[in-house]
C-alpha cells in the first residue's frame, strides 16, 4: 500500500487517547480517472464528475495532508479535540451545469432538497432565526451555533452574518437588479465577509462566505451565468457535497430570474479537510464504486426549477427537484455513514 504515513495519522490520535489506525484500515485502490470522471478495469467512465472529484479529493487530503495544532473544534460525542488532515489551495473545480455535469455523488445518499432550504433562508428570507429555519424548511444542523442571552437562554438564532449580512447590504436584491441592467459588469460579488457584522453577536463566522457572478455571451449566442463559491473552509466529507448542490440551486434560481442559462459552476476552497475520526469513512468511500445513473449515456444528476417561476424571492422547496438520483439504488450499494460531529 504504502501511500498513507500511518505513523503521522496516528501520533496526533495516540496524544488524545484514540485508538490509533491500522495499515489495513487505510487500504484503498489508486483513483483512476480520464481527467473528468472515473474509470472501470477496461477504461469506461463511471459515476459523475463530483464522484471523480470527491475520490480525488480524498486521496490528496490523506496522502499530503497535515495536522492542525489548536484546534477550536470539539467532538460531539466526548468534548475531544477534533483535529482534522487539511491542505491549503488545492482545491479549484469546475462543472459546466449547461452540459449536464453535476457534483452530485452517488459514493453515499446526499440529502440535497433539505440543504437547500439552507441557502433559501440566507439569501432569500434574509434570515438568522433558528425557528425559521426549522419550521419552513426542517432544517435544525445549525442549532450548536445557537446564541444565548446574558442569563444562558437559547435565542433561537445564529446572530450575523449570514441573512443579517444579506438584508443589511441589500446583496441579494442588488445582485438581481445589476444582473440585468448591467450583464457585463465584473463587481457582482455578494460577500458575507464583512468586518462590522462580526462585531455584533454572532454563532460561527460563514465557512461559504463569498459568490462572484458573470455574464458570459456565449460563441453560440447563448448569454450563460457562471458563479464561483468561494469557500474558506470545508468539512469535506460531511459537507462538501452539500455545500456545492446548495449553490447550484442558488445558481439556477438566478439564472432563471434574470434570464440567463446556467453556465459554469467554479468551486473555490481555501482549506479543505478531514476529521481525524472521518478517516476510515473516506477509506470506505474510496473502496466503493460510485452509481451509473444511466448506464448508456452516464447522465448525471440534476436539478430542475419549475419553469413557470420568474421571480427569485417566489421559489419554495417545492419549486425545486432532482432527477436522475437512484437513491434507493445508492442507498443499497452505498449505505450512508455516520460521522462524528465536531463543532
Not at 480520464?34 to 463530483?50: A, E, F, W
Not at 480525488?56 to 482534522?84: F, Q, W
Not at 449580512?165 to 459588469?185: C, F, G, H, I, W
Not at 439564472?255 to 472521518?278: C, E, L, M
Amino acid at each position: 500500500m504504502g501511500k498513507i504515513d500511518i505513523d503521522y495519522i496516528n501520533t496526533p490520535l495516540l496524544e488524545k487517547g484514540d485508538e490509533p489506525l491500522k495499515l489495513k484500515d487505510l487500504n484503498y485502490p489508486d483513483v483512476v480517472t480520464n481527467g473528468s470522471y472515473l474509470v472501470d478495469s477496461n477504461g469506461n467512465p463511471i459515476g459523475t464528475k463530483g464522484d471523480m472529484y470527491t475520490k480525488v479529493i480524498m486521496d490528496k487530503i490523506l496522502t499530503e495532508g497535515c495536522y492542525d495544532k489548536n484546534v477550536r473544534p470539539r467532538y460531539e460525542s466526548d468534548g475531544k479535540p477534533a483535529n482534522t488532515l487539511s491542505l491549503n489551495n488545492a482545491v479549484h473545480i469546475s462543472y459546466d451545469i449547461s452540459e449536464g455535469e453535476s457534483p452530485m455523488i452517488t459514493l453515499r445518499p446526499i440529502a440535497v432538497k433539505k440543504s437547500i432550504g439552507e441557502v433559501l433562508w440566507i439569501y432569500q428570507d434574509a434570515s438568522t432565526d433558528l425557528n425559521l429555519l426549522k419550521d419552513k424548511y426542517g432544517v435544525t444542523w445549525w442549532d450548536e451555533w445557537d446564541l444565548v442571552d446574558e442569563h444562558g437562554n437559547k435565542k433561537r438564532n445564529i446572530g450575523s452574518p449570514y441573512g443579517t449580512t444579506v438584508a443589511d447590504y441589500d446583496q441579494m436584491k442588488n445582485l438581481l437588479v445589476e444582473l440585468r441592467e448591467t450583464p457585463d459588469s465584473r463587481r457582482h460579488i455578494i460577500d458575507l465577509w464583512q468586518l462590522e457584522e462580526f462585531k455584533k453577536p454572532h454563532g460561527l463566522k460563514p465557512c461559504a462566505y463569498s459568490t462572484v457572478w458573470n455574464v458570459r455571451h456565449g460563441r453560440d449566442g447563448v448569454d450563460y451565468l457562471d458563479m464561483k463559491l468561494i469557500q474558506r473552509s470545508s468539512d469535506f466529507l460531511v459537507a462538501g457535497c452539500i455545500n456545492q448542490m446548495q449553490y447550484v440551486a442558488l445558481m439556477l434560481m438566478v439564472s432563471q430570474a434574470t434570464g440567463y442559462v446556467p453556465g459554469k459552476f467554479t468551486w473555490d476552497v481555501q482549506n479543505i479537510q478531514i476529521y481525524d475520526r472521518h478517516i476510515k469513512q473516506a477509506v470506505e468511500l474510496l473502496n466503493r464504486e460510485p452509481v451509473n445513473c444511466i448506464e448508456d449515456d452516464y447522465t448525471e444528476p440534476y436539478l430542475s426549477l419549475n419553469p413557470g417561476i420568474s421571480d427569485f424571492y417566489d421559489f419554495t422547496m417545492d419549486d425545486i427537484h432532482i432527477k436522475n438520483y437512484p437513491r434507493e439504488l445508492i442507498k443499497t450499494k452505498n449505505p450512508q455513514l455516520k460521522f462524528d460531529k465536531g463543532i
